[in-house]
């Protein structure tokens, strides 16, 4: 071909915006401080494997103390204060948000290792919609359905995931104050640099000490908050098999818990679908986040009339992704967050090889350093395989064919999970019909991955159980006439 | 996608036949009924969607390297354009010496790819634009609104030919089309290729009256069914013009038919394009829907007139680290 490639240089964000530390305390009772008993660990960035800063690892003496400060704030400070005085710090932690939003997408690509563009356009002012859409609801709980007078839960012990380290602290943490309760966050070990400048940015509203405390560290962290006698209220963003754990440890207890665990979601297109936007749809729906998403589009079950077209356009679209720096503007898909992640990635789809289905992969030149992979597409997937049914959490779509709606519903439906799922179809009643039938928390009709927080969104089955964002997340954050 | 849908539906009428090539696909539209079922059974455009991809096509960085391609490119593709009743021999010769050499003091510029003008000044143009490389382009077919008689319309076509126009730019009868009347509507545009003879086609669907993206995606079909060698945008004269969802589903359009009948159509758009930035991002929605290949003047094309005086002040940016002033390159 005589046409020269229209090759985009780099465009790398830049780096300088932000200021890290060498080291970082945990934030309790508003301040960074030392941990007690536990120690450091360092946090990488898994674009390139540099160290990016060492962080301290919160022991059971470290949790203790950010329980005991959030309870007094919560019988002190924040319980007591007026909804409206509440929104005030709210508002204020929101337009933050958005003046230091170019510092905390390119820290979230840095630690995280999502594209750039992400982060900018999806993470950040999602997160500062979050705490605008809760603050507007802090003086008006009387109207959300709960009674003329719901009382906060009390000292909320939160444990939030690595694939949106900054945002599901926003989701957490927003519908709990507004609410009136006061926090512990653990953020997730790989990804905790984020929520330290959520702190910095706590601190600059002049939240009062003691509200909201940060507690970095490993699993141990977590299930040390999670046991702590002094927390009224649980919530976890994780994986299933730590949801259930967490389960069985609260069991007995007065604990408050909801928990939103991973999924299995099936993309439904039907053959009157809009093709062209189905197939972005698609390629959103599992590349999105490196498919690092508790409701990625991870079986796509297609009507047989249009498998084949819509198989061939997917491989012409996903060899146009770009893969690489997160930094870079024109990024589509990062790095995978851990090696350990990896592994898992790479295993699972090692086994879906073996057990017979076909895998692709465009040409698609990897980084040397860092933990990277391809995106990829199973064809001939049959729900027998465990590339059918386990959670992959990677950029790895299984693609099933179904022939009637009937047996789209039957193979949606076949799986423990049930947090999300996509219906294509230009077919108004077949929308409706489909969403009725579909048993996920969220069904999006001609769209995938789409969040707002004003749309409640949560699990059934091993998905969870909760909700978060709308009126329903304020639920779980508030007293029901049950409770007494 | 289309193209799958197309095949499926060709498959079904005659399943033993189908071979890939215009002739199959002229005589998939061989009645009005033939025609409308295949237009109706193409995919629909689902626009929040086909908004969002363009959206997401429009954050494309281009800088450095890429941008210097870009800015030349683009230039190589314009169609500069007057079209208006105050146009004067004069006002065309000025844009032919514009065409030729768009930066005199920078003979590395490339020049642009076309001259675009009504049919009565074909000749000036083809004298301004002798020995270059630069092609004649008229609009006709009672451009822009299309409301006349097809033998008026053949004939606006005939003087633009006899004239020397090497390509013409017809519009669509989009009264016809909203009727509903397809077949009308590609008889014309069939009858239009052959009075071109030799001259390339560029059929504008004047999408800012077709109000749907459906519409916009079954009125290019039936453009390059009729033998377009372009499908354009919009005359120009009517708001919206050019929008990225509207290229994209064009884009769309080329591809698929590609795909399909083996033909490769080009694609112009038109109207309202005035800075390099947006140049820059139609060339981005090229490359990334239609593919690679259409990255040139032989298959896309944009009709302005500002916009070539913006790429050459932001590529003298590029080469010197700064901004020339807006007096340093001529307006005709």
């Not at chain 1, 800063?53 to 203790?64: H, L, N, Q, R």
């Not at chain 1, 509203?205 to 405390?213: F, R, S």
């Not at chain 2, 800075?275 to 829907?289: C, F, G, H, P």
Request: net charge neutral.
């Amino acid at each position: 071909m005589d046409v020269p490639r229209f090759d985009y240089s780099p465009a790398p964000e830049s780096r300088s915006v932000v200021n890290l530390k060498p080291s970082y305390g945990l934030f309790i009772d508003g301040d960074f401080v030392d941990p007690m008993d536990g120690g450091h660990f360092k946090t990488e960035s898994p674009s390139s494997q540099e160290v990016l800063a060492e962080v301290s690892s919160g022991g059971p003496g470290d949790i203790a103390r950010a329980v005991t400060s959030a309870r007094r704030a919560f019988e002190e400070v924040w319980g007591p204060m007026p909804g409206k005085e509440r929104a005030k710090y709210l508002f204020r932690v929101a337009r933050i948000v958005q003046e230091r939003s170019r510092e905390l997408a390119v820290l979230e690509s840095l630690d995280n290792g999502k594209p750039i563009k992400e982060s900018r356009d999806v993470d950040v002012p999602l997160t500062a919609a979050h705490f605008f859409y809760h603050a507007g609801w802090a003086d008006k709980l009387a109207y959300a359905g709960f009674g003329p007078d719901p009382k906060p839960i009390g000292v909320t012990g939160q444990v939030i995931p690595w694939n949106f380290p900054l945002l599901m602290a926003a989701w957490k943490l927003a519908p709990a104050l507004a609410a009136g309760n006061t926090c512990v966050l653990k953020p997730a070990e790989t990804t905790p640099l984020s929520a330290l400048l959520l702190a910095e940015i706590l601190q600059q509203a002049d939240l009062p000490p003691g509200v909201v405390n940060i507690v970095t560290g490993a699993g141990e962290t977590g299930a040390a908050l999670v046991a702590h006698p002094g927390v009224d209220k649980v919530a976890f963003t994780g994986s299933t098999e730590v949801g259930k754990q967490i389960q069985r440890s609260l069991a007995g207890t007065r604990k408050h818990l909801t928990l939103e665990l991973g999924g299995k979601a099936a993309n439904i297109v039907f053959d009157d679908a809009p093709l062209s936007q189905a197939v972005e749809g698609i390629v959103n729906g599992i590349f999105f986040n490196q498919g690092h998403v508790c409701c990625a589009g991870s079986r796509l079950l297609v009507q047989e009339p249009v498998a084949e077209g819509v198989v061939e356009a997917l491989k012409r679209r996903l060899g146009s992704l770009r893969l690489g720096d997160p930094l870079d503007k024109n990024t589509d898909i990062g790095a995978i967050n851990s090696p350990q992640q990896l592994d898992k990635i790479r295993e699972l789809s090692d086994s879906g090889e073996a057990e017979g289905a076909e895998r692709w992969s465009p040409a698609c030149a990897l980084p040397e350093r860092g933990y990277w992979f391809p995106p990829t597409l199973f064809t001939g997937v049959v729900p027998a395989q465990r590339i059918a049914r386990e959670e992959i959490f990677g950029p790895v779509l299984s693609v099933l064919t179904f022939r009637a709606p009937e047996e789209a519903v039957e193979k949606a439906n076949n799986t423990t999970y049930g947090l999300s799922a996509g219906v294509w179809t230009e077919k108004g009643s077949r929308i409706l019909h489909m969403a009725s039938r579909l048993r996920a928390g969220v069904v999006w009709a001609n769209t995938f991955n789409r969040f707002d927080p004003s749309s409640p969104f949560g699990g059934y089955r091993e998905s969870g159980f909760g909700r978060e964002g709308g009126r329903h997340g304020l639920a779980a954050y508030l007293q029901s006439a049950l409770d007494g | 996608m289309n193209a799958q849908a197309a095949r499926r539906l060709a498959a079904q009428s005659r399943p033993a036949t189908l071979g890939r090539g215009p002739t199959e696909l002229s005589e998939l539209a061989a009645s009005e009924l033939s025609l409308r079922r295949f237009l109706h059974g193409l995919p629909g455009v689902d626009q929040v969607g086909a908004e969002a991809r363009a959206a997401s096509l429009a954050t494309r960085s281009i800088k450095a390297g890429a941008k210097l391609w870009a800015i030349d490119t683009a230039i190589s593709m314009i169609d500069l354009t007057t079209l208006e009743g105050s146009d004067t021999p004069g006002k065309v010769a000025s844009l032919c010496g514009k065409a030729r050499h768009p930066d005199p003091a920078d003979p590395a510029v490339p020049a642009v790819a076309a001259v675009c003008v009504y049919s009565d000044l074909v000749p000036v143009a083809k004298s301004g634009l002798e020995g270059s490389t630069v092609k004649v382009a008229a609009v006709a077919t009672a451009f822009p609104s299309g409301r006349a008689s097809l033998s008026v319309k053949l004939a606006d076509v005939a003087d633009a030919v006899a004239a020397g126009a090497d390509e013409v730019d017809m519009v669509i009868d989009r009264g016809a089309f909203l009727a509903g009347r397809y077949g009308l509507v590609l008889d014309e545009v069939r009858a239009v290729k052959e009075a071109c003879g030799s001259a390339r086609l560029k059929v504008i669907l004047e999408t800012g009256e077709l109000a749907t993206y459906d519409n916009v995606r079954r009125a290019s079909w039936i453009a390059m069914i009729g033998g377009a060698d372009f499908i354009k945008t919009s005359t120009g004269k009517v708001a919206p013009a050019a929008t990225l969802p509207v290229a994209l589903v064009m884009l769309e359009a080329v591809r698929d038919f590609a795909d399909l009948s083996g033909s490769v159509i080009g694609v112009k758009v038109a109207g309202g394009i005035r800075t390099s930035k947006d140049a820059i991002r139609y060339l981005v929605l090229v490359n990334e829907v239609a593919g690679e290949e259409w990255l040139g003047p032989s298959l896309f094309r944009i009709g302005a007139s500002s916009l070539l005086n913006d790429l050459l002040m932001q590529r003298s940016k590029q080469r010197r680290g700064a901004y020339a002033g807006s007096q340093d390159f001529s307006i005709e």
